[in-house]
């Protein structure tokens, strides 16, 4: 199960030796199998959410819960994947997916076989000795969705992860990505700073305000799938995502 | 190209020892302060016969191993507590830079004086003059590691000793091979410089003999056997390792 629940989540940093509210009680429930995309004005906090949401970030108030359970640590129950992928470059792409498994002791042979799985479904068999820097963009940033997914999270996190790819490779991936999405029925929370992003993959969209950032509004996005960027259909909703992110009020 | 360059080499090495022996012939000074280059080969072959020198290399080489073997471990340890602990940091880490300017033979006498004349003395004396290169360079190492593969890692779950060894190690590790570099040739200097002045097996000490014995060719014989296994362990152990690194991690 993955439904996860962020209650009245604050947060603050020092900016200038001054506290400055990056955060100001964003409160959102996103439910199992649920694909939610977050949008917001460049700075609002959309990073720090997803890294609360992760365990690497204390919040200063509010809460996380996991089914009703309330989270304190990060752990392999939600996994990140960083907008540079963060791929380890000492490690060949298979190890590099098997990572996770190896850390949680799982036997040699069973990590083979799930990594392999993975790697035949981003296309990757063929690079799974590689080195990272053998990667181009794309290919790295499957990786880091492959090393993800192997861990069989309840809430996959995902911040910006195609935001270097040229349109092409981007335009694959969001297909793939719905095509996991709908095969693993991962909770799904995706960070992206592009609408038509957004809404090709957010069965529901969640934009946020400027900072100290609150969810301003929360759009359903009901339209048959697979979506592909150019369906002029998904116009209607990207108008209402820009409408929202438009009228943000004073700063 | 490589051949070439290989050529280069093998006619500079010629000519020097050419020229050191037409000086030799010159008669300037007298032999027992100049030898020939003869006369210096002739001591390695003799010194290779009665198995004195391989036995003194052997010596230097084990203390030298055992030392750097130190230096490495201890100094990863504290590089690494160092990074990751403030108040470490703040503490030991200032002390380090210090102990770091005191050359190896200046720890000697204390070596002495805790350990006489033993192998653990000349042994602490290679180990503590290496270990401090290999602290700051794992410490630096370390402090610059991608934060976000250390935050991936303990979101896959990993911790404590785990993170240490499946991702401090090898993310520092270009760094940390810089240290073993330098903390080898620290441990080098250190050996020979311990065995010279404890006067007790090891290359060092032949080449105190020498100077005891008034036998310049000895003395010289012994500093190329020095000068030899430093290039033969910087070119053959620590270039292979960082090559091998640095193509690994696509640096190069
Ligand atoms: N470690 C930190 N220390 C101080 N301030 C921080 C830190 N991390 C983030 N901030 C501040 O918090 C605010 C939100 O940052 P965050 O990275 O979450 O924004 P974002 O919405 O992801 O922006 P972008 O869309 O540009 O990625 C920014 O004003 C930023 O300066
Ligand atoms: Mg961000």
Redesign the pocket.
């Known amino acids: 199960m993955g439904k996860i629940e962020a209650k009245n989540i604050v ?1 603050y ?3 200038d030796g001054k506290p ?1 509210k ?2 100001g009680g964003v409160n959102l429930t996103v439910a199992d199998g649920e694909f939610v995309c977050i949008v ?12 609360i949401l992760a365990g690497l970030e204390k919040p200063d108030d509010g809460e996380i819960l996991l089914d009703g359970k309330k989270l304190v640590n990060t752990g392999p129950d939600r996994i990140m994947v960083f ?1 540079e992928g963060a791929l380890f470059p000492w490690l060949t792409v298979e190890d590099n997916v098997e990572y996770g498994l190896k850390v949680a002791g799982i036997p040699e042979k069973e990590r083979h076989d799930i990594s392999k799985r993975y790697l035949d479904m981003m296309q990757l068999s063929q690079f799974a000795n590689s080195y990272t820097y053998q990667l181009s963009t794309g290919m790295k940033q499957r990786v880091a969705i492959a090393r993800a997914l192997v861990m069989d999270p309840d809430v996959l996190l995902m ?2 992860p195609f935001a270097a790819l040229d349109s092409q490779t981007r335009d694959l991936l969001l297909v793939e990505m719905q095509m996991i999405w709908q095969k693993t029925k991962k909770t799904i929370i995706f ?1 992206t ?1 592009n609408v038509p992003e957004a809404a090709v993959l957010g069965s529901r969209v969640a934009v ?1 305000s400027h ?1 100290p ?1 609150v969810v301003k509004k929360s759009l359903d996005i009901d339209y048959k799938r697979p979506r592909v960027a150019e369906d002029e259909n998904l116009g209607q909703f990207e108008k209402q995502i820009l409408s929202a992110l438009r009228h943000q009020g004073p700063k | 190209m490589k051949a070439n360059l290989l050529g280069k080499k093998i006619a500079f090495y010629v000519l020097i020892i050419v020229v050191w022996q037409g000086i030799d012939s010159a008669d300037i000074w007298p032999d027992n302060i100049f030898p020939s280059p003869i006369e210096v080969g002739e001591d390695l072959l003799f010194g290779l016969s009665d198995g004195s020198l391989l036995y003194g290399i052997g010596t230097s080489m084990w203390r030298l191993i055992i030392g750097l073997a130190i230096a490495i471990g201890g100094g990863m340890l504290l590089g690494i507590f160092m990074a990751r602990v403030e108040t470490v940091n703040q503490t030991i880490g200032s002390l380090v830079l210090g102990l770091q300017s005191i050359p190896s033979v200046a720890w000697v006498p204390l070596a002495i004086l805790w350990f006489g004349l033993t192998d653990s003395g000349i042994i602490f004396v290679t180990a503590i003059g290496a270990i401090f290169a290999v602290t700051i360079n794992t410490y630096t190492g370390v402090k610059n590691i991608d934060p976000s593969f250390i935050e991936a890692a303990r979101n896959m779950g990993a911790k404590g000793s785990q993170l240490v060894t499946t991702i401090l190690i090898p993310a520092a590790f270009p760094y940390m091979i810089t240290g073993f570099k330098q903390g080898w040739a620290f441990a080098w200097r250190g050996v020979i410089g311990a065995e010279l002045l404890f006067s007790f097996l090891g290359l060092g000490f032949l080449l105190n003999v020498g100077r005891q014995l008034n036998d310049v060719s000895q003395v010289i014989a012994m500093m190329l056997v020095i000068m030899g296994i430093g290039i033969l362990i910087d070119g053959f152990v620590f270039k292979k390792l960082e090559d091998k690194v640095m193509t690994k991690w696509g640096l190069r």
């Open positions: 947060k940093f020092q900016h400055l990056a955060i917001g004005p460049s700075g609002c906090g959309k990073s720090t959410f997803l890294r907008q911040d910006e960070v700073h946020f900072r950032s």
